[in-house]
Structures are given as structure tokens and as C-alpha cells.
């Protein structure tokens, strides 16, 4: 019995032995040490991977916006290519050009500056006007009510966009097979490449792949409004498990805000959208002009009555992308305002909703009113979008 | 009895085939030892449809009642994954082993004998990915191990429950592996070292002086789930019994 108390005690010895300075220690590895010397030498990439995957708050995710599937290494590698100046003709503009990280991707110029002091022919449409991108364009779940690109909606996907604004004469003015050979020649890519895709080979669909997962990352829902209306009731409808009612007061807004979104549900939400989630127009004639000479989606379509109509931008983070409209006319927020107060011009194809007797509307909004309005546009903003590293300008300055 | 076996086999071979990337348990090995002297040396093979797993162990009893044992295990599986978000299908490739020592007890209970060990060893678990995409995870293995066991001229039984802690100590992993991979080692990293308990035993037919036997151990918890272990181990194998011949020889008369 000696002897098996003997034999237990060296167990339970060995036991705690065993259990001393054994934590974790794990090191986790992404680029060789080769990739990580050359790619240090012009960019400021993380050790590791940034992590782009999207979960929609539950708000947005109820009316059936879902992320699509971002690959984390193609959209490390098109945060590369958006930001790489490299890709225009004369090596003076990016995507981030006219899409300014602080600016929530828009440019605070009515056209924007193109290579050799070109200009843009319209104003640099807000990538962080919406909840997220890949939500929010393209197919809604059903595979229909596909949300196109541009102001005129000329493109369909995000890669028809992207190669839109490369190829075009005004802006970065490249054939795409001068960027891919521009890609393959900056040997800070092939690490990229090999990481995204398995080889360095460039080719133009893997070009625009990349940017299309880096922008379809993009978005803004940690606005002061999308906490709001978290922190809001669901009212079950039969869909998802419950709806906010954006026509209810938020308990987290002031009563100034609580006052500019119950103005902006009456006025504006019938277009913009009340949850700020995916478009309810496509297109519309808001009565800028009685005589357009920008045809917008009637120049593409040829639909006459198309003309004058342009895209219909959901408003997250309005509050930064001025100035304003597809030809970037007005300045401020207050100018949008007393334009649709009373500025609205009368056009065959001017949108029903702005109409009033078969005239244009006035929402004679009142000084008051139209401060509200600003306060509820104000909030949302989302500034984690404008200061997120992963949507940063990797390039060493 | 035999009914019994074959059904926890069976169930042993579909839990073994759920997941198994960071941890595969060796078999429960129950040395037949009750006196002084007694000896067994084991080898054995089993695994699942996608896993090879080889069991060596040997045990010794140099004093009544105590037992030295040692254990070396080696697994590797093959199996088909998909590169996250693409339709590219590719084998991952995982090799493991586990070398073990550790110290016994037994004695006479009831109609068998009972038995306690107690070990520690430590192994390692090299996954290839692909792509020259790979997580090397070192670990330590301690436990814990009652038994019983009988024995006649004709059969082995033996059982017993394994109180395991496996704790990794270190890791060398590629991010661009699966992200639930990536999640899940992180996870383990967190959370090491684990516990849990194994069942096995085994069943033998006597052939002096070996036995060809049947064996199988289970995990008993949801971290096979959790951590990506291999949920159990079935297997078969040949032990050989020896009675060491360790008398002292008689001194020569004037030396």
C-alpha cells in the first residue's frame, strides 16, 4: 500500500510539473519575410491581414440588406490599387482622388481634378452614402432590383464602374491594359497578387476583382442613427424577426433631430429612404433645371422620358460630401434646402412625389425646420468610416 | 459484451470523422500487469476513413504493485477542403505525434485488477494546407488514468477513463489558412490548456504469449466541436506478454 501511495504522489508530482509555463505562445505569419522587406519599403500594411467582413446592424439586416462575402486578400490588394496613383497617365490620380477617405470617398470639388488638370464632367459620387457597398448595389435577395453605378447608372457592377473611371479620358485616362502592365511593373504587388490569388499574374478581371472587395467592404451604419435605431423597439411585420419604425421618435435624438428626421420622413424618405438601407428610387428628376443640358440616364438609355433624371443617393454622412447634386452645385446643406423649399424647377419627367397640382412643390420649410433637417442629417455621419485604417492610404507618404 | 464493442466501435468511427486538425487521442492502453516483473509491449493501428493513426506503448513492472510505461503515437489524415469563398478544392494534410512516459499502479480488485497511471508527454500537430499554407502547433499532454482490467488464459478486457489536460505551447501559423481555421486556433490559443475526459478499452484474445485485441477511445466533450479535435480513435493491435527473467546470478565463490 506504501508503494501505490509512493506511485500516486509521483503522479500527482509530474501533474503539476507538467502544468507549469506551458501558456501559449503562437506566433501567427502572413507575408515571408522577403514580401514583408519589399512591401515595407512603399506601403504601411498590417503584419497580419486586415479583417473586411461586414455584419450589418440589426436594423438594416431586418429589411434585408446583407453584405456580400468580402476576400479579405483581394480586398487588402485593392485597398493597394485604390490608392495607387500609378494607374493614371500621367501618375497624378487615384481612385482616392476623387474619393476622399475624410470626405466619406467623395471629393469637396464640384468636378474633381483628372490627369493633367482635367476635370471630371460631374461630381464625385459619395462611396459612404451608403450603409454598404456590396448591400447596397447589385441584386437586392430576391436577384432583382439591381442598383447600377454612376450618376447616370451606366454601370452594372462594381468592376464596370472601376473600369469606367480608369479608362476615362478626364480622369485617370489608361487603357486597362496599360494598368495591368503598370501593376505587374510596382514589385510591391506580386506579394499581393500571390497572396490573393496564388500567383502574381496580373490580369485586368483580377485588377478590378480586387477594388470591387476592397469598396464592397466600405460603408457607413455606426452613425449616431443607426444607434438610434437599434436602440429602438422592433415592431414585428412578418419579415426578419421585427422592424424599427423610422416614423417613431428615437430616444437617443434631440428633439431638434427627433423634429429633421420626422420632416425628412414626410419630404424626403419617399426617394432617399427612411431607413437609410437600400434605394427606393432608382432614378429620379428632382427639378434642378427646366432645361437640363446634362441628360443624365436619358443620354445612356435614350428613353426620353429618362432625361434630366439622375441616380438617387441614399444620404448617410450627406453631412461631408459637399458640395451637392450630380453637377455639385450647391455648397452646403442649406443651400439643398432652400432648393427644395422653393427652388424646385418644373420638367416633364420631374419626379410625382415633387409635384403639387401638377406644379413643383414648396416645402416652405420655416428657419427653424431647416435647421432641424440639418440637425437629423448630421447625425449620420459615421466617423468611424472616415478615420478606419483599413480604408486608409497604404502608400508610405 | 462483444454487441456493445462493435456499437461504440462503429460510433467511434463517425465521431472520428468529424474533425480532427489539432488534437488525436492515442488508444486507451490498459497493460496487463499483476505481478512484480510483468511486461507488455503493444503496437497498433487504426484510425478512420480518412485517418491513420499507430499506437506503440509498453509497459513494465519493476516493483509490486508499480508499473513504468511509455506511449508513442503517430496519426495523419487527408481530407478535401475548399479555399474560403472560392470553389478551389485542395487535400489538407495533417501529421501528428505524441510521445508519452509516465508511472502506474495496480492492484488486485475484485475479479480483475485496478489500476491507476498517471503521464506526461508532448507532441505536435503539422497541418498542411496547400499552397505552402501551414499551422504547426506544439502541445503537452498530462493525464490521469484509472483502469480496470481482467484477464484469463483465453481473453483481455480492459477500460478506463482518461482525465486529460492537453495545453499548446507553441504555434507557427499561417494567416492565410481558412479564417475559421484562423478563429479557431486563436480560440485555442485563448483558451489553452483544455480538459477533458476520455473513455476507452479494449477487448483481446489470448494466443500465449500475445494478444490480438480490439480498441477504441472516445472523448466525452463538446471541445471536439469547439477546437477541432479528433473525437475518437479505433483501432487494432498485437501486445506481447513477458515475465522478465531478472533474478540475481549467484556470486563466484573468492571474488
Redesign the interface.
Known amino acids: 500500500m506504501k ?2 501511495s ?3 504522489s ?3 508530482a ?2 503539476l ?3 507549469c509555463n ?9 507575408y515571408s519575410p522577403e514580401e514583408t522587406a519589399i512591401l515595407a519599403e512603399y506601403l504601411n500594411l498590417p503584419e ?2 486586415d ?1 473586411y467582413t461586414v455584419s450589418l446592424p440589426s436594423h438594416l439586416s431586418n429589411v434585408g440588406m446583407f453584405a456580400r ?1 468580402v ?3 483581394k480586398a487588402v490588394l485593392g485597398r493597394v490599387l485604390f490608392y495607387d496613383t500609378k494607374l493614371s497617365k500621367d501618375g497624378t490620380v487615384s481612385c482616392a482622388s476623387c474619393h476622399k477617405q475624410e470626405l466619406a470617398f467623395s471629393d469637396d470639388k464640384a468636378f474633381s481634378d483628372g490627369v493633367y488638370d482635367r476635370s471630371t464632367t460631374r461630381n464625385s459620387f459619395a462611396l459612404g452614402s451608403v450603409a454598404n457597398f456590396s448591400a447596397y448595389y447589385g441584386t437586392d435577395l430576391n436577384g432583382s432590383n439591381a442598383i447600377r453605378f454612376f450618376w447616370d447608372n451606366r454601370a452594372e457592377t462594381a468592376a464596370d464602374q472601376s473600369r469606367g473611371s480608369m479608362t476615362n479620358a478626364d480622369e485617370m485616362d489608361m487603357k486597362m491594359h496599360e494598368i495591368v502592365e503598370m501593376v505587374q511593373a510596382q514589385p510591391y504587388y506580386a506579394p499581393l497578387f500571390n ?1 490573393a490569388y ?1 500567383d502574381n499574374n496580373v490580369t485586368e478581371n483580377r485588377v478590378l476583382e480586387s477594388i470591387a472587395n476592397f469598396v464592397n467592404a466600405m460603408g457607413s451604419y455606426q452613425s449616431k442613427f443607426d444607434a438610434a435605431a437599434n436602440q429602438s423597439q422592433p415592431t414585428f411585420t412578418g419579415g426578419f424577426g421585427g422592424n424599427v419604425d423610422f416614423l417613431n421618435s428615437f430616444n437617443a435624438f434631440t428633439a431638434a433631430e427627433n423634429n429633421g428626421k420626422s420632416l425628412y420622413n414626410t419630404h424626403c424618405s419617399s426617394c432617399h429612404s427612411g431607413n437609410m438601407g437600400r434605394p427606393v428610387l432608382q432614378l429620379a428628376n428632382n427639378g434642378l433645371d427646366a432645361n437640363p443640358t446634362d441628360l443624365g440616364v436619358g443620354a445612356i438609355s435614350g428613353i426620353p422620358s429618362e432625361n434630366g433624371t439622375f441616380k438617387v443617393p441614399t444620404l448617410r454622412n450627406v453631412a461631408l460630401t459637399a458640395p451637392y447634386m450630380h453637377d455639385g452645385r450647391f455648397q452646403s446643406l442649406e443651400e439643398v434646402i432652400d432648393f427644395y423649399s422653393t427652388g424646385i424647377q418644373n420638367h416633364p419627367n420631374l419626379h410625382p412625389d415633387l409635384k403639387a397640382n401638377d406644379q413643383p412643390k414648396k416645402m416652405n420649410f420655416s428657419a427653424s425646420q431647416k435647421a432641424d433637417l440639418i440637425a437629423f442629417l448630421h447625425t449620420l455621419t459615421d466617423d468611424r468610416l472616415l478615420t478606419d485604417t483599413r480604408f486608409s492610404n497604404p502608400f508610405k507618404q | 459484451m462483444l454487441k456493445t464493442f462493435v456499437l461504440f466501435a462503429i460510433a467511434g468511427l463517425f465521431w472520428a470523422s468529424c474533425t480532427h486538425y489539432h488534437y488525436s487521442p492515442n488508444l486507451l492502453h490498459t497493460p496487463y500487469l499483476t505481478q512484480k516483473n510483468d511486461g507488455v509491449a503493444t503496437a497498433a493501428i487504426g484510425g478512420s476513413p480518412t485517418t491513420l493513426n499507430i499506437d506503440v506503448h509498453a509497459a513494465y513492472s519493476p516493483i509490486k504493485h508499480g508499473s513504468v510505461f511509455v506511449n508513442f503515437f503517430h496519426n495523419r489524415s487527408s481530407f478535401e477542403r475548399s479555399i474560403f469563398l472560392s470553389n478551389t478544392n485542395y487535400q489538407q494534410k495533417v501529421r501528428g505525434h505524441l510521445i508519452e512516459a509516465g508511472i502506474g499502479a495496480y492492484r488486485p480488485l475484485f475479479f480483475g485488477t485496478g489500476a491507476i497511471y498517471a503521464g506526461i508527454g508532448s507532441g505536435a500537430m503539422h497541418n498542411d494546407y496547400d499552397l505552402r499554407r501551414f499551422a504547426d502547433l506544439r502541445l503537452n499532454r498530462i493525464f490521469v488514468q484509472p483502469t480496470f482490467t481482467f484477464k484469463n488464459n483465453w481473453f483481455r478486457l480492459g477500460m478506463g477513463l482518461k482525465l486529460v489536460r492537453l495545453s499548446y505551447t507553441k504555434g507557427n501559423v499561417d494567416f492565410r489558412i481558412e479564417p475559421s481555421d484562423i478563429d479557431v486556433i486563436e480560440r485555442l490559443e485563448e483558451k489553452s490548456p483544455l480538459w477533458f475526459p476520455e473513455i476507452g478499452g479494449n477487448l483481446g484474445f489470448h494466443f500465449k504469449p500475445v494478444t490480438l485485441y480490439a480498441g477504441m477511445v472516445l472523448v466525452l466533450s463538446s471541445q471536439v466541436f469547439d477546437y477541432g479535435l479528433d473525437g475518437a480513435n479505433v483501432g487494432v493491435g498485437i501486445t506481447y506478454e513477458f515475465q522478465a527473467k531478472l533474478a540475481k546470478k549467484p556470486r563466484k565463490n573468492g571474488s
Request: aromatic share 16%; charged share 30%.
Open positions: 508503494k501505490i509512493l506511485f500516486l509521483l503522479a500527482v509530474i501533474m510539473a507538467g502544468a506551458d501558456k501559449p505562445d503562437f506566433n501567427y505569419y502572413y497580419l491581414p479583417d462575402p476576400e479579405r486578400d497572396k496564388g
